[in-house]
């Protein structure tokens, strides 16, 4: 941009609050199109007679608008990269977050293998997974019960697995013994955590997975730390999704001390969904 040598301008207008808009900068001098030559002026805004925000006049010839293009898809192609990294680096810390294994990441809806028996559970969780926003609006959850082998873990880690990669969800997914092993070693001299922050987690998040509810030792720590979480879940309309081999009577006979107060709240959270089938890991081995 050559400059013209000249005074600091101002603008000739005798009603100088009048005088605003994208006027002609005599300061400067004219350059070419470097496509098309026409020579372009500088323009710049005028207020109260003084002159800021110099800049070349655009030119509309096609080289220069096909420029103008392209700069602006090379503009937009980084800012969707930079999205996209920065989309995915989210993605991994909700999965470092959620506690899901590797084995379970590739547990997804894609893989699963639907059966005559396992369709109907199926259907439901993809929904519940699609629809995760209004569920959890309700606070509504998932008991998926059924034997070894039926689907269950495979369906809850599914919908683990969509709720992070498609609505960037916060879940954590885990069995009573890893869920609140993480909370007992809190107790320990020397924890990164306290109970307190652990709990928060727990209660906080989106979505909690109970992996095979039933299937840990039933202390009476246990049934207190469970019973805790899950209530304030249960008061906070903040939904939980549970799976288990046994039925709710077998589960609420297993944990003695506050059994019939967690077998009841799972009730009024969520909705019952049984899968009755072989076992496809005895398939694979006849």
Known sequence: MKRMHQPALTTNSTNNEDDC????????????????????????????GKLFGTHLERCNCPGAVAERERLYQEQLKKQ??????????????????????????ARVFETFEIRDYNKKAFEIALDYAKNFDMYKEKGE????TGGYGVGKTHLAAAITNYLIRNKMATVIFGNVTTLLGRLRSAYSDDSEYEETQILKE????????????????PTPWVEEK?????NERYENYRPIIVTSNL????IERRLETCGGAIVSRIIEMCRGVKIVGPDFRKEKIL
Request: hydrophobic share 35%.
């Open 141 to 144: 959850g998932l008991f998926i």
């Open 226 to 230: 469970l019973y805790n979480v899950i």
């Open 80 to 105: 969707q990269e930079e999205e996209l990294r920065r989309k995915m680096e989210r993605i991994e810390w909700l999965f470092q977050q959620s506690r899901l294994g590797k084995r379970f990441r």
């Open 247 to 250: 039925e709710l009577e077998e």
């Open 21 to 48: 808009g994208l006027v002609d900068d005599p300061r400067y001098e004219p350059e070419p199109c470097p496509y098309c030559g026409r020579m372009l002026k500088h323009k710049a805004y005028s207020l109260f």
């Open 202 to 217: 727990l209660y906080d998040v989106d979505l909690l997975v109970i992996d095979d509810l039933g299937k840990e030792k």
